[in-house]
């Protein structure tokens, strides 16, 4: 097996999010879904949770939003019905309401839109590799993997290029608000209460709330009508306008979750191109490759580690009761390396085909919006880096998120060498 990172002893805290800064407690994972598949957690930081780790039980559940519903929250933590509505992006919605949503915004989204980036992104990555490059030896995370998705939310969002580091650091605020190299507000550290009402229970969100209204009155008062923000709040078929704190709460999920996701693949990828010295090979020498090699780096990758789901009623499961109101957690981390949907799970095959991985929250009516976007930045920045690359190595180590719900490398120091 190829884990490139200190595993657990089988008996991991999977609510602890120091359990985490080592990587994902793969051994763990396996035990469970050998042993105890629908596995019960007492919280000290909270009620109890249910977490799920096969594959084929968690593609079962995803798609019964019926049995197990996303109205209730979809992170471990607890929260009060107030702070849900003032919190809640569609992702936090059920049909029929998460699927007016979704139409509204997923235009904005779709395959022949993202399509039209791709020259954008080209242009994007050129000067970013080559910057890295002529360094040599360099934190991939904060030189490569930070880089493009940022420059690229800058140009779907139309926010001033001046503006992107601050809403990148504002976002990582918010999905990684438990580690404290991105928040002064720990989310387990430090009393945050007095940012209930904002996502992710962070002062980042007061702050990315008042951005968004300064962006899009200043968009309307010069009449800029170009853009993704433009088209969502465009009315619907019904005539519905995105009322205005949904358009925030929207908001600051496209800071943060459009950003840090395809940062920490970019970043597992060049972790594998490392680890895996074959694999910049098979990339340079082309072909179908490229129509699989982005979603093998995803699966590998899983930058959302789970998401939680809220029982409805009780639900029989591997002789278990799951109770009406119990929070079941669907570990995408788990079901990515399931052993019997995937072979040899622990090493990265750019050739796997077909990829059943659930990183995107496949086969339910909550799939990622941002598939589309995904895949394409993966693909383009690992084709332009195999042009320019002839070696990638490691040169130190690397270092994890410590969050058990967002998992990425934020420190990867490599080598590289140009071709």
Not at 204 to 219: S, T, V
């Amino acid at each position: 097996m190829t884990v490139w990172a200190p595993t657990d002893d089988g008996q991991a805290d999977l609510s602890s999010h120091d359990t985490f800064v080592n990587g994902v407690p793969h051994n763990t994972f396996k035990r469970l879904r050998d042993e105890d598949p629908l596995h019960w957690t007492d919280w000290d930081g909270g009620k109890g949770f249910w977490s799920v780790t096969r594959h084929e039980d968690i593609t079962a559940l995803n798609v019964d939003y019926r049995l197990m519903s996303s109205a209730r929250g979809i992170r471990m933590e607890d929260q009060t019905y107030e702070e849900y509505l003032a919190r809640r992006t569609f992702q936090e919605t059920d049909p029929p309401e998460h699927l007016k949503t979704r139409m509204q915004v997923g235009k904005a989204f779709s395959r022949p839109v993202v399509a039209g980036f791709e020259g954008q992104i080209r242009d994007l990555c050129g000067p970013i590799l080559d910057q890295a490059l002529e360094m040599g030896e360099f934190d991939a995370t904060k030189i490569i993997a930070r880089q493009l998705p940022m420059l690229m939310l800058g140009q779907i969002l139309g926010t001033p290029k001046e503006d992107l580091p601050w809403l990148v650091e504002k976002g990582d605020a918010l999905i990684a608000n438990t580690d404290p190299d991105f928040t002064d507000h720990v989310l387990d550290k430090l009393e945050t209460d007095a940012y209930r009402m904002m996502p992710f229970n962070s002062p980042a969100g007061a702050e990315l709330f008042d951005y968004a209204k300064e962006l899009m009155a200043k968009k309307n008062r010069e009449g800029d009508t170009d853009g993704v923000l433009h088209m969502i709040l465009q009315p619907n078929r019904d005539g519905h306008v995105m009322p205005e704190q949904e358009f925030r709460n929207f908001f600051c999920l496209l800071v943060a979750a459009g950003n840090d996701t395809t940062r920490y693949s970019i970043a597992a990828g060049i972790q594998a191109l490392a680890h895996q010295p074959e694999l910049l090979g098979q990339l340079q020498a082309g072909g179908e490759i490229w129509g699989t090699m982005a979603d093998e780096i995803i699966r590998w990758a899983t930058p959302a580690l789970y998401f939680r789901r809220t029982a409805t009623r009780d639900h029989e499961m591997h002789g278990k009761t799951i109770r009406e109101g119990d929070k079941v957690l669907f570990w995408w981390a788990s079901a990515n390396r399931d052993e019997r949907v995937f072979d040899d799970p622990f090493r990265v095959d750019l050739t796997r085909s077909p990829n059943k991985h659930m990183s995107f929250g496949q086969g339910g009516p909550h799939v990622c919006l941002g598939m589309h976007l995904a895949r394409l930045e993966v693909r383009v920045l690992f084709e332009e880096l195999a042009k320019r690359v002839k070696l990638v190595e490691p040169n130190g180590d690397h270092k994890f998120l410590r969050s058990n719900f967002v998992g990425g490398i934020k420190e990867l120091p490599v080598r590289m060498t140009r071709l």
